[in-house]
T-cell receptor
Framework: GAVVSQHPSWVICKSGTSVKIECRSL??????MFWYRQFPKQSLMLMAT?????????EQGVEKDKFLINHASLTLSTLTVTSAHPEDSSFYIC????????????FGQGTRLTVV | DAKTTQPPSMDCAEGRAANLPCNHSTISGNEYVYWYRQIHSQGPQYIIHGLKNNETNEMASLIITEDRKSSTLILPHATLRDTAVYYCIVRYGGSQGNLIFGKGTKLSVKP
């Protein structure tokens, strides 16, 4: 299957600082990218959907000013957690898909964020 | 909300077939059935998807009932490395369709 690379795999940051997570599609052009968050022992929760060159669409309850998403190219999307707090500690996962009716989405390996 | 119902957990003996059921009674005509799995602390891995017909690839087979209200994922010869949470997801076939994850089935393959 296609490869989606996420970086970093884990990060520890101080409360109040910002953290940027990168998601790259290595061997295909991702017209749509998705960002998920997963708390321990829970399922993945969709945070936002972004299409290349346009603003992200956030799911209800997700603060767009706190979770900044940029999808400036067909191979790169970034998620910036601004002014991080301990409750933002979670497993963040991106996925990417190319245009098409029934194309599958491929997932990155995830980023473990710990805010101390 | 997820539009599928799966048993929370299942066990399977190593080397035997693992049959994972999924109910999606409200599926519409243009929605596909996707299966992903997640091994602990990793991103989900795509397994297979289908619309109406049964599908098979190198990983698994997908059997969809004629009325499309349920499906079964079959891992023909389960190994210990198949222990994971398996998610059945229905997704609108358009380019904007999202993957909404439910709680999935925790499959434990035992020696």
């Amino acid at each position: 299957g296609a490869v989606v690379s996420q970086h970093p795999s884990w990060v520890i940051c101080k409360s109040g600082t910002s953290v940027k997570i990168e998601c790259r599609s290595l061997d295909f052009q991702a017209t749509t990218m998705f960002w998920y968050r997963q708390f321990p022992k829970q399922s993945l929760m969709l945070m936002a959907t972004s299409n290349e060159g346009s603003k992200a669409t956030y799911e209800q309850g997700v603060e767009k000013d706190k979770f900044l998403i940029n999808h400036a190219s067909l191979t790169l999307s970034t998620l910036t957690v601004t002014s991080a707090h301990p409750e933002d500690s979670s497993f963040y996962i991106c996925s990417a898909r190319w245009a098409g009716v029934d194309t599958e989405a491929f997932f990155g390996q995830g980023t473990r964020l710990t805010v101390v | 909300d997820a539009k599928t119902t799966q048993p929370p957990s299942m066990d399977c003996a190593e080397g035997r077939a693992a049959n994972l059921p999924c109910n999606h009674s409200t599926i519409s005509g243009n929605e596909y059935v996707y299966w992903y799995r997640q091994i602990h602390s990793q991103g989900p891995q795509y397994i297979i998807h289908g619309l109406k017909n049964n599908e098979t690839n190198e990983m698994a087979s997908l059997i969809i009932t004629e009325d499309r209200k349920s499906s079964t994922l079959i891992l023909p010869h389960a190994t210990l490395r198949d222990t994971a949470v398996y998610y059945c997801i229905v997704r609108y076939g358009g380019s904007q369709g999202n993957l909404i994850f439910g709680k999935g089935t925790k499959l434990s393959v035992k020696p």
